[in-house]
């Protein structure tokens, strides 16, 4: 697990991979959403956010995750939720976060 | 475990987040975005708002927003018919279907409709409105039910004591300032009036002229050598300025007696310590002492001053403050019956008497206030100024001063050296 505060972020190609760690689930998980913004607007037309990571997600996670769907809304890039375990899963599916990102259980 | 279990977990520990934000954040900022993050995220709604109300512009300021585009107004104005109104709805959220009559609705319709706000809930604390949450569509795409209404308005209604706090504090930050400045212009008032007494005072005396502003500069150079805080260095000055305020009393023709007055002028002269008590004590002075340095500041450390013949500890330090500085202004200015005498002459006097008349520290500290202006050591030039730069720069000041310490320090007293 990451320890540091920065987001974990790397970009192959057409696709940003992020890694949501634990400070997802903090005030500091701003940063995932404006790394992705920024990456978008560079001209990733794919996010891929991995839960390799988090075991959890809180609200402020989820708030976190719903504005990276928002910057890929606005330019028609598709967001990838990856190695969720099966309990995030099911918490995407009930609050409609599957409704607007792929998800990929671990 | 069952979904709607997960959720209700879910939602119930953003409610409980939330209250521990807001009670337990010092950054406000910081407060409402973490607080924002929380209230999206228990429901997942994709978009929304929260703004602070401000009752005297009548102006919505949003503080955090989601998804609401670069082109939604950072700042809306509210009428006062619907300030009416959201008091009137209390805590409960507003469907914007149901708000078209508000004239806030009417004027931001397009930004509202076009970026799907369904619901619109006013923050009131204490029957004040305080701000407004809006709040788009949640990412299930339902509406909201009014179990979720029950808690976006719960989290709603905690934001809105965190905005009410702030409010406070805010306001609680403008009366201190306030204050500040009221008590400021106190303070200069304070001094223009000391100084225009002094003068007075002055005034009187021809012999002696600008004698209570020059016994206030000094005593104010004693306490500052002495290392005394500010306020303490201007309540001395003070005491310093109004010591002879009793003389205002005293027949001009006695104090302007070219000769040495006879023993009943003299009696009445040396009632003007207690005069001057009588005229200072109904006065509410920012400073404590200062009628007590009027008093005191003809007594002597070895009981022989007056009026009360009191000796050394039962003397107020600012009286003997006073006194060495009334003393020291005596010897270096010329009187009517008697020429102005030489440094070096000064030095020796104070040497002399110090633990007789005047407490071995302070002329120490005076001593030393002098050396350090003549070596450099500070950047005022107060006793230049006072005394004229010949008089203090006359040859020998310095090592007669060094003289003076040294003499203090070998001894720990200037007593043993007076009264030998
Ligand atoms: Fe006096
Ligand atoms: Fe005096």
């Not at chain 2, 039910?145 to 029950?150: E, F, M």
């Amino acid at each position: 697990m990451s320890i540091t505060q920065e987001a974990d972020i790397r970009r192959e190609g057409e696709t940003a991979v992020v890694y949501a760690n634990e400070y997802l689930n903090k005030i500091t998980g701003e940063k995932i959403e404006r790394e992705c913004r920024d990456k978008i607007a560079a001209g990733c037309s794919r996010l891929l956010v991995s839960f390799r990571d988090t075991e959890i997600v809180n609200s402020i996670g989820i708030s976190i995750l719903l504005g990276v769907i928002d910057a890929a809304s606005g330019a028609n890039a598709e967001v990838v939720f990856t190695d969720v375990n099966p309990d995030t899963a099911h918490l995407f599916e009930t609050l409609g976060l599957s409704r607007h990102a792929r998800i990929v259980t671990a | 475990m069952p979904q709607s279990e997960q959720k209700l977990i879910h939602t119930f520990s953003a409610l409980a987040d939330i209250g521990q934000e807001v009670a337990h954040k010092y950054n406000f900022h910081e407060m409402i975005r973490t607080s924002f993050h929380l209230l999206l995220g228990s429901l997942a709604i994709m978009r929304g708002g929260i703004a602070r109300y401000s009752r005297f512009g009548h102006e919505l300021n949003f503080l955090a927003v989601r998804g609401l585009g670069d082109d939604f107004p950072v700042s809306a104005s509210i009428d006062p018919a619907d300030e009416r109104e959201f008091l009137t709805a209390g805590m409960s959220a507003i469907e914007v279907s149901q708000a078209k009559m508000l004239i806030f609705f009417q004027r931001y319709q397009p930004f509202v409709e076009k970026k799907g706000i369904e619901l619109i809930i006013p923050m009131i604390v204490h029957d004040e409105l305080v701000g407004l949450v809006m709040l788009g569509e949640k990412a299930s795409g339902e509406p909201f039910n009014s179990a979720d209404r029950a808690i976006v308005q719960a989290m709603a209604r905690h934001i809105g004591v965190g905005i009410y706090q702030r409010n406070l504090l805010a306001e609680l930050e403008r009366k201190a300032e306030q204050n500040r400045r009221l008590y400021e212009e106190m303070r200069l008032t304070y001094a223009d009036t000391v100084k225009s007494f002094a003068a007075a005072i002055d005034y009187k005396d021809k012999y002696t002229e600008g004698h209570s502003v020059r016994v206030g500069k000094y005593s104010e150079l004693i306490a500052k050598s002495l290392g005394w805080s500010e306020e303490r260095v201007e309540g001395v000055a003070v005491a310093g300025y109004l010591h002879d305020v009793g003389k205002l009393t005293v027949e001009k023709r006695i104090i302007n007696s070219p000769t040495r007055i006879n023993a009943k002028e003299s009696a009445e002269l040396s009632k003007h310590p207690v005069v001057g008590y009588d005229i200072l004590l109904p006065i509410h002075h920012p400073y404590t002492d200062v009628p007590l340095a009027a008093k005191y500041h003809h007594e002597r450390l070895d009981g022989r001053g007056y009026p009360d013949g009191l000796r050394d500890d039962q003397i107020p330090y600012i009286a003997k403050i006073v006194n060495l500085a009334d003393s020291f202004d005596a010897m270096t200015t010329n009187r009517p019956y008697k020429a102005r005498r030489p440094a070096h002459e000064v030095i020796e006097d104070l040497q002399r008497n110090s633990g007789k008349q005047f407490a071995p520290e302070l002329v120490t500290a005076l001593c030393e206030g002098m050396l350090d202006e003549l070596e450099g050591g500070s950047e005022d030039k107060s006793f230049r100024r006072l005394l004229g730069r010949e008089y203090m720069e006359a040859e020998g000041i310095i090592p007669m001063l060094r003289n003076a310490l040294n003499g203090i320090n070998a001894t720990g007293s200037l007593t043993l050296i007076a009264s030998e």
